[in-house]
């Protein structure tokens, strides 16, 4: 089986992360999506070049605007994704993965944000994530 994933953060930590999945994860697909458009163009086209395939693409996304967060996974089918955004978003895109029926996982960055993230295991259990 393979995967659509996508990457919140085409900065160096989310290239990185969108890498290793293009060669370990199974990918499908990778959608890399960043506040600057540019950024996640360049971001992709890496990933593809030194995965050897074509399976980044990008998009411009503004993480604070969840309802687009909630578009943008459910149209583009993603199965998981991976916040690499500033930690203090997590909590909001947890909510909108849950909304999306998406897997997420973060590269952390506070406590309390991770503890008020796990509070949501029950609705993301009943969302199938």
Sequence with gaps: MS????????????????FDL???GNA?????????GEAAER????????????????AALDVRNTDAVVD???AN???AFISGVPYFFNLALA?????????????GGNTDQTRAQLALDAEAKAAGI
């Excluded at 499908?28 to 600057?36: E, K, P, T, V």
């Design 43 to 58: 971001s992709a086209a890496r990933v593809n070049r030194l995965a050897g395939r074509e399976v980044a693409t990008a």
């Design 72 to 74: 943008l996974l459910r």
């Design 95 to 107: 909510q909108a993965a849950v909304r999306a029926g998406a897997s997420m996982a973060d590269f």
């Design 3 to 18: 995967y659509r994933y996508a990457i919140l953060g085409s900065g160096r930590q989310g290239t990185a992360a969108a």
């Design 77 to 79: 089918r993603i199965d």
């Design 22 to 24: 293009a060669v370990h």
């Design 28 to 36: 499908a697909s990778i959608l890399l999506a960043d506040l600057h």
